[in-house]
């Protein structure tokens, strides 16, 4: 089984709005109120896949129910903790001629709430993967995703984090099977430019040096980079698009990396398929169904790179 962790799910209201003005009264040409968060984005994308997956976390109040209704609606199995003190948060998102986000804060977690989660990651056996992605809300310990890895990985549970600055940095001794920074991400957490491919690979290699086994990099319009646990290193070509949502597309890349991964084990298929969900998310109003990732896979080139 695959399962994921969202800490702090959302509710999100994408609102599309012509000429914003900030100092008008707007109205909005389209709106939709869509459960979001990372983790739920990876398991909405698997669950297009037709890959099981249960997507783990936290919810609370009414916000919290219509999250859980809508990942059963995408055919995802949840099993969220019910927080009682709160809600889960809701992020309005306007779109017009540039993009506005606005996040609520969600329920202020406990110890206890923690312990709760540490129960059911106990059930978890060498047979899953556990993908763990996002920010940590308020009441969690900033050492939670390394407290999870160092947990789990020795059981030989296979851990997927996607997070940025120390929250990824201090799970890298735990050997997680994979990390997801973007180009912009892995600047800041090695805090150099890397401008090019090989200054990429340097940056990939340091993390690799520090526990990663594969590092997937995202560049945007400039395709991917992988470098893999036994020592190969590919870059991916972006297919040809109209950017229309930027939200979700590397959650994207990671459900189909382990749809890839899970399928048949190739990790240059696994790297197609990720650079393909990715694009084809950036390509529609929300994550992209299974027929227009596929649509896509004929367009990506996949070369080697030189160590």
């Known amino acids: 089984m695959i399962y994921t962790l969202t800490c702090n799910p959302s509710l999100d209201y994408i609102m599309k709005v012509h000429d914003f003005s900030p100092t008008a009264v707007n109205r909005t040409a389209d709106a939709n109120l869509i459960a979001g968060g990372k983790g739920i984005n990876v398991a909405v994308m698997l669950s297009h896949f037709d890959v099981p997956v249960t997507a783990l976390g936290f919810v609370a109040g009414f916000t919290g129910d219509e999250i859980m209704r809508q990942l059963r609606q995408w055919g995802c199995t949840e099993d969220f903790i019910r927080v009682e003190d709160g809600?889960?948060?809701?992020?309005?998102?306007?779109?017009?001629?540039?993009?506005?986000?606005?996040n609520g804060a969600g329920p202020r977690l406990n110890a206890t709430d923690v312990d709760r989660l540490f129960a059911q990651l106990d059930t978890l056996t060498a047979d899953d993967y556990l993908v763990v992605s996002g920010s940590i809300p308020a009441g969690l310990p900033v050492t939670l995703y390394s407290?999870?890895?160092?947990?789990?990985?020795?059981?030989?549970?296979?851990?997927?984090?996607?997070?940025?600055?120390?929250?990824?940095?201090?799970?890298?001794?735990?050997?997680?099977?994979?990390?997801?920074?973007?180009?912009?991400?892995?600047?800041?957490?090695?805090?150099?430019?890397?401008?090019?491919?090989?200054?990429?690979?340097?940056?990939?290699?340091?993390?690799?040096?520090?526990?990663?086994?594969?590092?997937?990099?995202?560049?945007?319009?400039?395709?991917?980079?992988?470098?893999?646990?036994?020592?190969?290193?590919?870059?991916?070509?972006?297919?040809?698009?109209?950017?229309?949502?930027s939200v979700g597309?590397?959650?994207?890349?990671?459900?189909?990396?382990?749809?890839?991964?899970?399928?048949?084990?190739?990790?240059?298929?696994?790297?197609?398929?990720?650079?393909?969900?990715?694009?084809?998310?950036?390509?529609?109003?929300?994550?992209?169904?299974k027929d227009a990732v596929c649509r896509l896979l004929t367009q990506i080139e996949i070369s080697t790179v030189a160590l």
């Open 249 to 289: 597309a590397g959650d994207s890349m990671v459900a189909g990396f382990l749809a890839g991964l899970r399928n048949d084990g190739d990790i240059e298929s696994a790297f197609r398929l990720a650079v393909a969900a990715g694009s084809a998310s950036a390509f529609d109003d929300w994550l992209a169904p």
């Open 147 to 245: 407290d999870i890895l160092s947990r789990l990985t020795p059981r030989g549970v296979r851990c997927i984090v996607d997070a940025t600055g120390s929250l990824l940095n201090e799970t890298l001794p735990h050997r997680p099977l994979l990390v997801k920074p973007n180009h912009h991400e892995l600047e800041e957490l090695l805090d150099r430019p890397l401008p090019d491919i090989a200054h990429l690979l340097d940056g990939a290699k340091e993390l690799q040096q520090r526990g990663a086994r594969h590092v997937l990099i995202s560049r945007a319009g400039d395709g991917a980079l992988l470098l893999t646990d036994d020592g190969r290193a590919y870059t991916a070509s972006a297919p040809h698009g109209i950017v229309r949502n």
């Open 87 to 102: 809600l889960s948060r809701i992020n309005v998102k306007v779109k017009s001629d540039a993009e506005f986000e606005i």
